[in-house]
């Protein structure tokens, strides 16, 4: 037994060594390494844990729920003790102003993955819509504080390569639950790389800034969606599910899909 555990082990320091060598090799910054590195890491720990799960129960969309619970289990203990404690504090100093010109200018920032895709899909009305957003916004607005652009009626509107590549035929792919993203479909997670590429966040100096910019911006999200938690019913991790799947569905369909959860309560946060 001894032997064998040693053995096992020894597999997956090997597996670590390459996958952190490999992620040195690509353009990502260290948070995107982590995040990376503890995913490969959990699926070669937990890869034979989905042979517990009774086939007759499960979900067709979610074919490594065994893993994406644990997986799940890890990222909400993270938010109820870490993150949930710093957006309550967050929302407690903040103004009200003050939030609303935080979520502004992290908006606009946005606007440049949003023209990119809205190219890519062959959207052109959209993409006078997100580059008129942007000009207005970074110039009249001063960096995207002000909303100008939504007060004159061009209405954002988030896009993101995850639908670009839905629009080319991609399908969802199994559903997974990224550690510290939350969750995702394997094409979904894919996108969320090529995204990373138009991150202006990226491109600020020092790096030290970069992180400090990033972590801002998932405090303010996080405390956007503190009043939403009352809507949660049943097992939290298959609601959280059908939220996402059928929240995407709804994005990629330009809202043509009926969505029972609105948009008052997930506008702010791009899955």
Same mark, same amino acid.
Do not use: C, H
């Given at each position: 037994m001894l032997s064998r555990n040693h053995a096992v082990s020894a597999k997956q320091a090997r597996i670590a060594y390459s996958v952190s060598r490999f992620l040195e090799l690509m353009d990502m910054t260290p948070m995107e390494r982590i995040a990376c590195a503890l995913l490969l890491t959990l699926l070669s720990t937990f890869q034979g844990v989905n042979a517990s799960? &009774?086939?007759?129960?499960?979900?067709?969309? +979610? /074919?490594?729920?065994?893993l994406n619970r644990a997986v799940f289990v890890f990222n909400d203990t993270a938010d109820q003790y870490v993150l949930k404690p710093v957006a309550k504090g967050?929302? &407690? @100093?903040? *103004? #009200?102003?003050?939030?609303?010109?935080?979520a502004n200018f992290f908006n606009n920032l946005g606007e440049i993955k949003n023209i990119g895709n809205n190219v890519l899909q062959g959207d052109g009305s959209h993409v006078l819509i997100s580059g008129g957003r942007?000009? @207005?916004?970074?110039?009249?607005? %001063?960096?995207?504080?002000? +909303?100008?652009?939504?007060?004159? =009626?061009?209405?954002?509107?988030?896009?993101?390569?995850?639908?670009?590549?839905? %629009?080319?035929?991609?399908?969802?792919? *199994?559903?997974?639950?990224? *550690?510290?993203?939350? *969750?995702? #479909?394997? $094409?979904?997670?894919?996108?969320? =790389?090529?995204?990373?590429?138009? &991150? %202006?966040? $990226?491109?600020?100096? /020092?790096?030290s800034a970069q992180y400090g910019m990033t972590l801002l911006d998932l405090i303010q999200v996080r405390a956007s969606l503190l009043?939403?938690?009352?809507? %949660?019913?049943?097992?939290?991790? #298959?609601f959280f599910k059908d939220v996402y799947l059928q929240r995407r569905d709804f994005?990629?369909?330009?809202?043509?899909?009926?969505?029972?959860?609105? +948009?008052?309560?997930?506008?702010?946060?791009?899955?």
């Open positions: 799960v &009774n086939d007759s129960d499960s979900d067709p969309r +979610d /074919p490594w729920e065994g967050y929302r &407690n @100093i903040t *103004p #009200t102003f003050v939030d609303q010109s935080l942007f000009i @207005i916004n970074t110039t009249v607005g %001063v960096l995207g504080i002000f +909303d100008v652009a939504g007060a004159i =009626g061009l209405v954002r509107d988030s896009e993101d390569f995850g639908q670009t590549l839905a %629009v080319w035929g991609v399908g969802n792919g *199994p559903y997974i639950m990224l *550690p510290f993203l939350g *969750p995702s #479909t394997l $094409r979904d997670g894919a996108g969320r =790389g090529v995204d990373s590429y138009t &991150n %202006v966040m $990226r491109s600020v100096d /020092p790096e009043g939403t938690e009352e809507l %949660v019913s049943g097992d939290k991790y #298959t994005l990629i369909n330009d809202g043509k899909l009926k969505d029972d959860f609105g +948009d008052e309560d997930f506008e702010s946060f791009d899955f």
